[in-house]
């Protein structure tokens, strides 16, 4: 069954497409859950999220569209995952300049242009310090898990997001954009 | 890591491992997910409902696996060399949790100071296996969790037959540490890989032949690498990192260098690459200021302080491919309440350092002496003076000519092993030179402060008696 015709069907409140949906990207969510968390979470936890990612597609099944299903469950997982990440303390803590809003995918997507703005500026990164720079700010993750992670000294990642906070305000201003 | 036009597209073109789902049960995802839809109940009331049935387990487990660490003479009494005696009423055994392995943690011990801790680690396998075929044993990771803001350093050792894993943490910290808690975690048992390469590359080579448009491939074979970039950063980007690489930095203004390289072969997962700048005339390393190699990316970056290209010609790049071989994967997990540290003698003082600080505190254990430092805050400060500043109370506490006397005539020379430091203040902590009082495994040597013979301090030449 394609994704048209699983959302078509639980639209009408058909729980058997339901089950086909969850069977079907059980292992694309808790992917991403894992990708954000790194190490953070217990199965138990990933499990929970993976579970609301998909009830909350089911309350929202009038209005989920086929073609952007997966973005819609990238947002609600990567959301639910930050929000849990909060709730047991893993979750880095950014200076108040550095804040994210955390809000509803809705909210996220009404930001796109200012997004899209910021991406074409961090495209300009290296690789190293793109990876940085969206595990920092966009999985929020902990310098010392980034460390961990990339492989490279917590020093280094401090130096690297300050030369990239840097070289982002400065794109920024020149754009006549305000961070 | 790819990046396209969307910082999601990211997590929606996701590589999923084939084990994604290890450890994970998809019947309670399905169960979860279906239950809250079909009798309409929130998935708070489920989960609560799950988490305390989990902590009831897991509460359970900690009764039933949680051992206190008990023997007549200490680990350390029986392993270490040298006047353990002096120690020995010091000497703290921590909780030790069982963990699910045939590794187990045989013993777990510390020696608490003021700022500082000497933790001892021992680990054997249950039937008697060696370990001894491994060159670079250690650890995947290594945590210390603490109520006290803590940096620590270990090694890793093995007895002759390679039956017996000793881990000697040394711990210091931004405060006193008595009174504080203290968990340490260690999770997978490694071997850590080193293959370094001379490459005979110069960074003048690689000048030249970028500038052809000739890429450059240094490394043998099975580690053939391409050196895709070199440049140097701009005066702005080095002034920036200087703010936030390390204290070394404040004053070190140079050119710097950076190089980008790309692995020609896979790269497997926790295994990564790196360059080394070798000055051949004196056969010492460059310093290198940042960079890396993600684990299992082929992609490196290295930066490096090089002060006049003139010397691009005498540098010669060395390449080191390394990683980590998994031996016995589990977590090892050891707890103590830091309520017993040894007695500690202070002396509130008044130096001056050249206008900019004052030396307020001086804390001397038998593991080491710490001194606190306030930097004289004035309004207007501008960067230069900022700058220099930092340098002349980082020149006092780096070469304090700090010293003991004993109340026999004796000295004990000091000399600084850590120091941390806030916006206003350092706190550095500084060990003996050398010292008639000490123990040693292997290569690890600690040497001890008889506190009880110190007749007085001096600091730059000023004599503090006790």
């Known amino acids: 069954m394609d994704d048209k015709s699983i959302l078509l069907n639980m639209a009408k409140g058909d729980v058997a497409s339901y089950e086909v949906l969850i069977d079907k990207y059980t292992r694309y969510v808790v992917a991403i859950i894992k990708r954000i968390a790194i190490n953070n979470l217990s199965n138990q936890d990933i499990e929970e999220i993976t579970a609301d990612v998909f009830i909350k597609l089911w309350e929202n099944r009038e209005k989920l569209i086929a073609d952007s299903l997966k973005k819609y469950m990238a947002i609600i997982a990567r959301n639910l995952t930050l929000n849990r990440l909060r709730k047991v303390n893993k979750l880095c803590e950014l200076d108040e300049e550095e804040s994210i809003d955390l809000d509803t995918p809705e909210k996220e997507l009404i930001q796109k242009e200012m997004q899209t703005i910021l991406l074409n500026a961090i495209l300009s990164f290296s690789e190293i310090d793109k990876e940085i720079f969206i595990r920092r700010f966009f999985y929020m993750q902990k310098i010392t898990d980034i460390a961990e992670c990339i492989g490279i000294p917590e020093n280094t990642v401090h130096t690297k997001i300050a030369r990239g906070k840097k070289k982002l305000e400065k794109l920024l201003l020149q754009r006549g954009e305000i961070i | ?466």
């Not at chain 2, 084990?19 to 399905?30: A, P």
């Not at chain 2, 994967?329 to 500690?344: F, N, P, Q, R």
């Not at chain 2, 309004?379 to 109340?407: A, C, T, Y």
Request: proline share 2%; hydrophobic share 40%; net charge negative.
């Open chain 2, 1 to 466: 890591m790819k990046i396209s036009d969307d910082l999601y597209d990211d997590l929606i073109n996701i590589e999923i491992d084939e084990d994604v789902l290890d450890g994970i049960s998809e019947v309670r995802i399905k169960d979860l997910a279906l239950a809250n839809i079909e009798n309409n109940k929130t998935t708070n009331l489920r989960r609560v409902k799950s988490m305390k049935k989990r902590m009831l387990l897991v509460a359970t487990l900690a009764l039933a696996s949680t051992a206190v660490f008990a023997q007549t003479l200490s680990h350390m009494a029986t392993r270490f060399e040298g006047t353990i005696g002096y120690i020995e009423s010091d000497i703290t055994p921590l909780d030790i949790k069982v963990n699910s392995s045939d590794l187990v943690m045989t013993a777990a011990e510390t020696v608490i100071g003021h700022t500082e801790a000497l933790i001892v680690i021992t680990l054997e396998d249950k039937n008697g296996r060696s370990f001894g075929e491994y060159d670079n044993i250690s650890f995947a990771d290594i945590i210390i969790n603490s109520n006290v803001t803590i940096n620590y350093g270990y090694t890793v050792d093995m007895t002759e037959d390679g039956k017996e894993i000793v881990l000697i943490i040394d711990v210091s910290a931004h405060e006193k540490i008595n009174g504080k808690k203290m968990e340490v975690v260690i999770t997978d048992l490694v071997d850590r890989y080193e293959h370094k390469e001379l490459t005979g590359i110069t960074l003048l080579d690689v000048q030249n032949s970028l500038e052809q448009g000739i890429p450059i491939v240094i490394g043998d074979a099975e580690r053939e690498t391409t050196i895709t970039g070199l440049k140097y950063l701009s005066e702005e980007d080095v002034l920036n990192e200087a703010q936030f690489i390390s204290e070394d930095a404040v004053g070190q203004i140079g050119e710097v260098i950076q190089i980008n390289a790309i692995s020609n072969n896979n790269i497997e997962e926790r295994w990564g690459m790196w360059l080394d700048f070798i000055d051949t005339r004196t056969g010492e390393p460059i310093e290198i200021i940042s960079g890396g190699s993600g684990l299992g990316s082929p992609k490196i970056e290295v930066e490096a302080q090089i002060k006049n290209d003139i010397d691009l010609e005498h540098i010669e790049i060395e390449l080191t491919h390394r990683g980590i071989t998994y031996l016995v994967e589990d977590i090892w997990e050891a707890h103590l309440d830091l309520d017993s540290g040894m007695d500690t003698i202070s002396k509130q003082c008044d130096i001056a350092i050249d206008g900019v600080g004052t030396l307020k505190e001086i804390n001397i254990s038998k593991l080491g002496l710490d001194v606190y430092v306030e930097s004289i805050v004035v309004d207007d400060i501008d960067d230069e003076q900022l700058v220099n500043s930092s340098k002349v109370i980082k020149d006092f506490l780096v070469h304090p000519n700090l010293s003991l006397r004993l109340k026999n005539g004796e000295m004990i020379e000091m000399e600084m092993y850590r120091s941390s430091a806030g916006p206003d203040y350092a706190y550095t902590g500084y060990r003996p030179v050398e010292s008639n009082l000490g123990i040693a495994y292997n290569d690890t040597v600690i040497n001890f402060i008889p506190v009880e013979e110190i007749e007085s301090i001096y600091v730059d030449g000023v004599e503090l008696l006790f």
